[in-house]
């Protein structure tokens, strides 16, 4: 998923000043709050014996809704919230990915398939089930995959996840060879990695129940289970319009017989258009571990403001805290040493899976001749201080970014030259470094601007004269990113770099964000406007969506043949190794200038215990228990 | 009469058919396009042009325009992906809390804004006067959402006399259900307008004391409290009627600072959200529902003028 920057704007234009105030005022009078105290140790867990039952009441991020319930989502309805923190809590995909904690890896136990079996040389990947229930007695099986992929296969333009010559695109063909067991036949040997990580995770079984084309039929009536392009999917066509149909009928979720079959740990007590959704253990859960609490409550927000009011009153169990009000802390250390929501809340901090940037267009007519070279990326990225915007502008909540990896958490995908530097790989911030650099190549100030004087040391296509002086459209409506921006501008400034900054706002910048073809109209120097989040629907940190020639969300049309088949090697080596040489390539080559990578803390009830946020927006629920 | 009702009507009508254009248009006009703003960064070519022919927004404007006018004269104000809802069925459910919050404040404050009014105009340069004045410039100047978190801190942070939000919910009765959580909200709301009525009223009464229907009644013998209640009460509330025709708007529009700070899931909130996520459906049909509101806000306010002051019809 993209991620960007935005918070609530309410919060950052309307009510910044007021915060402030308010903050003071809270501050000097916190101990007469139901959080009770303003400095408390911020993670002393709740430690009492566990006991069962009790309602979690969790804040939603402010403007965050849980909009739809059919797991075959459309790009229109899509977020990672809606999919990740609501239909994977009643519908499980064939592959969880996540745990009650850091860990981003694939999670066998909890999915209802086992781990799938590769061979053919990577050219046949079987899927075994395990046998769980659906709600309605159903057995989550083979028919309940094949299901979702003849929809995938009849309704590719209506699913979120949908790329040309990806899945089903790839799959030559599948069948249920048992009535557990699921084989595909792929075009192409693949990656057991990638396969897994970014293929299969796309895939969730279907119960038959939902292969229906009108309330109360008969279930696998719908006939989409048995359909084929002979009649042109029209079967699974007629069964996708009525599921959609009713997944608009978003007032009845909660009593529908359709969307009350489910085969996860939770299913949907009560649901309003309004955001609020209470869901209850599934008693015919078929995974492990069982929920112990009675209900999870998730409540709307309008604006970090309220959100912190709410957690400052007491009304909500677990919310984030709102950046604005987190106090100071260096960066060495997650939580900081004073609680600012009082006593009765433990902290946690939570890693969202993704990364930071600006893209440099290289197309530009006039840049991009200076973008293609890569010590001008170096360069550019030598100039930008991550270690100091961490501290100065999220206050300690942030940590360095140098690669298409997130560093944090620690995973198997991190390579080590992103970890050089204390994170910030292969090229940690100088100015002097970049400065030099620069002069190497034919450039010297004049006028304190970096002017090339040398064309056959500036490289090919840089003309004698260019000045190394662009534009930069950054998302405005966050103080830190603002914050960032003008210290990137002023620290490129004593390098000789003139870095003039347009603020826009994000959506402003996401419409000047399609990839365009050489040109005059092609004239955006670099946009600076938020990141991109490993956190489906594929789960492996490829680069196929941001680097690849031509790819859709490549807008700065970034073309390096390398990069292409160093990306192509991680769809069809299963190695670790082949990633490893993507990742370190891609750190090394800067297709994007890699900037600080922020985190939040969320507070916790202290009656709740073993509340962690994964770092892919998944909620795990069933693991939270009530301690006495 | 009539006439004057007819010239206002087809005024009205011109009003709203320009505006429903250019609303359309602006929609246009978004960063990339519309379905652009719709899908987001993420969206690729293929969804891109599969959204932008599945929403018509490949066809001529004129055509768009027609098929969208089409459908709101069916009340059918569009559909939002974002939020899985149809238009009409957001504004149903959002409207009455708004109405309730606004109507409640509103009413307080004219409680409160009205008689206090008058009698600043009547008691003018007293110390009251000065007091009540001081009162209403603090309301004026006080942007709400300061206002409103500073009655949160007090009454719900420090002390807990009254919960910080309305019951989030998505029906009014379950508002109404709770009023104490009701007070802060309408509170906030009220003290914004009392500066408002009251003001004016002071203002309004002042002029009509010095008219010569007041010299004439007091003439004639009659009290003091005739001549405020009885005469000066009813043509000073002249200016408060257009003010209260012009407030209309609001009562669809939502007050968008209370709703945000007070949490309160009522128009306001949905149209702020809207515009932070481009939520281009909900965002025109909101446009054109306050649109609507405002000119017939305008046009009550013209006929609650003309009967009042018939020298107005002509």
Known sequence: MFRNRRRTRFARVAVAGAAALLAVGIAACSSSSSGGGSSSSPTTAASGAKTTGGTVTFGLKPQVTLSYIFPFTSIANVSSYTVNQFQWLMYRPLYMFGNNGQSITVNYPLSPASAPVYSDGGKTVTINFKGWKWSNGETVDANDLIFWLNMMKAQKANYYGYAPGLAPDNITSYSATG??????????????????????????????????????????????????????????????????????LAASYASSPIWGVTDGPWKLSSYNTNGNVTMVPSPTYSGSPKPTISALKMVPFTSDAAEYTALKTGQIDIAQIPPEDLPTKPESVALPTTNPVGSSYYLTPFYSYGIYYMQPNFNNPTFGAVFKQLYVRQALQELVDQQGDGTAFWHGYAYPESGPVPTKPASQWVPAAETENNGEGPYPFSVANAKALLTSHGWSEVNGVMTCQTPAKCGTGIKQGQQLAFSAYYATGQQDATDQAQNYKSDAAQAGVKVTLIGQSFNTIVGESTPCAPGPKCNWDVLWYGGWGYNGPGFEPTGESLFATGSGSNSGSYSDPTMDKLINETHTNSSLSAFTQYATYASEQLPYIWTTNEYSIYAVTNKLANVQMNPLYTLFPEYWYFTK | MIGF??????????????????????????????????????????????????????????????????????????????????????????????????????????????????????????????????????????????????????????????????????????????????????????????????????????????????????????????????????????????????????????????????????????????????????????????????????????????????????
Not at chain 1, 188 to 195: E, G, P, R, T
Not at chain 1, 204 to 213: G, R
Not at chain 2, 97 to 119: C, F, H, R, W
Not at chain 2, 137 to 154: E, I, K, M, R, S
């Open chain 1, 179 to 248: 009535p557990e067991q699921v084989t595909l036949h792929l075009n192409q040997s693949y990656s057991a990695l990638w396969f897994t990580y970014n293929q299969l995770a796309e895939f969730t079984p279907m119960p038959m129940a939902w292969d229906v084309s009108s309330v109360g039929a008969k279930a696998g009536s719908g006939g989409c289970t048995t359909d084929s392009a002979a009649d042109k999917w029209a079967k699974c066509t007629a069964v996708y319009n009525f599921l959609a149909a009713q997944a608009k």
């Open chain 2, 5 to 314: 009702l007819i010239r206002r009507i087809g005024q009205a009508l011109i009003v709203l058919v320009i505006v429903t254009i250019i609303v359309l248009a602006l929609v246009h006009l978004f960063p990339g396009g519309p379905v652009k703003a719709l899908l987001g960064p993420r969206a690729t070519p293929q969804q891109l042009a599969y959204y932008t022919q599945l929403y018509g927004f490949d066809k001529p404007f004129y055509e768009q325009y027609i098929k969208w006018v089409g459908q709101m004269l069916q009340g059918n104000l569009g559909y939002s992906d974002k939020l899985n809802q149809s238009v009409t069925s957001l504004i149903g459910q959002d409207l009455p809390k708004t109405i309730v919050l606004v109507l409640l404040g509103t009413i307080v404050s004219l409680l409160l804004g009205i008689p206090l009014g008058v009698y600043q105009a009547v008691r003018r340069y007293s110390i009251g006067d000065y007091v009540l004045t001081g009162i209403s410039f603090l309301g004026y100047a006080t942007p709400t959402f300061f206002f409103g978190l500073l009655l949160v801190d007090w009454f719900a942070v420090r002390t807990h006399i009254f919960p910080p939000f309305a019951p989030n919910s998505s029906s009014v009765l379950t508002i109404l259900g709770d009023p104490r959580a009701l007070v802060l909200p309408v509170v906030a709301y009220a003290f914004l307008l009392f500066a408002l009525w009251s003001r004016y009223m002071r203002s309004s009464v002042m002029d009509n004391l010095v008219q010569d229907y007041v010299r004439t009644a007091r003439a004639k013998g009659a009290s003091e409290r005739q001549v405020i209640w009885g005469h000066v009460f009813r043509n000073s509330l002249v200016s408060i009627v257009t003010l209260l025709g012009l407030s209309l708007p609001t009562l669809v529009a939502g007050a968008i600072f209370i709703e945000v700070v007070f949490n309160y899931p009522g128009m306001g909130l949905a149209f702020y959200n809207a515009a932070e996520q481009v939520d281009y459906q909900v965002l025109l049909g909101f446009t054109v529902l306050a649109t609507a509101a405002t000119v017939v806000g305008n046009l009550l306010a013209d006929i609650g003028y003309a009967m009042l002051d018939p020298r107005v019809r002509y």
